[in-house]
């Protein structure tokens, strides 16, 4: 599982993801820019995509041109478009290599944002489509990540994409450093280590939760 993380700016949507591949009790760190669960969207000028869920998949849609030559000149891209025409382009490539769910019907094993320019949509598992106006997570620590940008409305971006991620990972087992930060306008990425987290947040040290489950 991963978090991933939107918050629309004016002109543009920053996003974030942390770094952490889980198969049982075993984990890993995403450190090469190939494997990040974020990326530029492939055919597509000023966006960024991000995933949580399977990674099987994720090699999938990453590599994939789910956009039409033509929209993308025309930046013809919406809700009416995500919804209608790219996110079942997805369902169909995950299928045919047999990575979609059947129980409970059709639907995808992992979810994904997708951000354009100003704009940022969730892409559910169930292949439902939401514009988000303001903020959003999705992904393991999603509540714990959505509280924090509500107590961070009005502080700088980055400080909110880089609480939000330690609220999800101080929580879930699922979350882990370093965590990458990108927007649509850049497209470019920064790795935040802790260390680098430390100096961004000017704090001495990344804040740890205790919990016991009964």
């Known amino acids: 599982m991963s978090v991933v993380i939107a918050i629309k700016d ?6 974030a993801a942390d770094s952490q591949c889980t198969c049982g009790a075993s984990k ?10 974020i990326w530029k969207t492939k ?16 090699g999938v849609i990453r590599f994939n041109n789910f ?5 993308a000149l025309r930046g013809d891209i919406d809700i009416e478009f995500v919804q209608g025409e790219m996110v079942y382009d997805m369902f169909d490539a995950l299928k045919e290599y047999e990575f979609t769910e059947s129980e409970e019907g059709p639907h995808m094993a992992s979810g994904y944002l997708f951000a354009y320019k100003d704009k940022v949509y969730e892409i559910s598992r169930w292949m439902y489509v ?9 992904g393991s620590g999603r ?4 509280g924090s940008l509500a107590a ?12 939000a991620v330690i609220a999800a990972a101080n929580i879930d087992l699922c979350v882990g450093y370093p965590i990458i930060i990108t927007d649509t306008e850049s497209c470019e990425f920064k790795i935040f280590d802790e ?17 016991m489950c009964l």
Do not use: F
């Not at 004016?10 to 996003?15: A, I, M, R």
């Not at 890993?28 to 669960?37: D, E, G, M, V």
């Not at 956009?67 to 929209?71: A, H, M």
């Open 130 to 138: 939401i514009e988000i106006d303001d903020y959003t997570a999705m």
């Open 152 to 163: 961070t409305v009005g502080e700088p971006i980055e400080s909110r994409l880089l609480k």
């Open 143 to 146: 509540d714990s990540a959505m």
């Open 67 to 71: 956009i039409p030559e033509t929209r």
């Open 43 to 58: 055919g597509l000028d000023n966006s960024i995509m991000c995933h949580t869920g399977a990674c099987r998949d994720m």
């Open 10 to 15: 004016k002109d543009k949507v920053y996003l």
């Open 195 to 211: 260390e680098d987290i430390k100096k961004t947040l000017k704090i001495e040290n990344i804040s740890r939760t205790s919990r």
């Open 28 to 37: 890993l760190t995403l450190s090469n820019p190939n494997n990040y669960k």
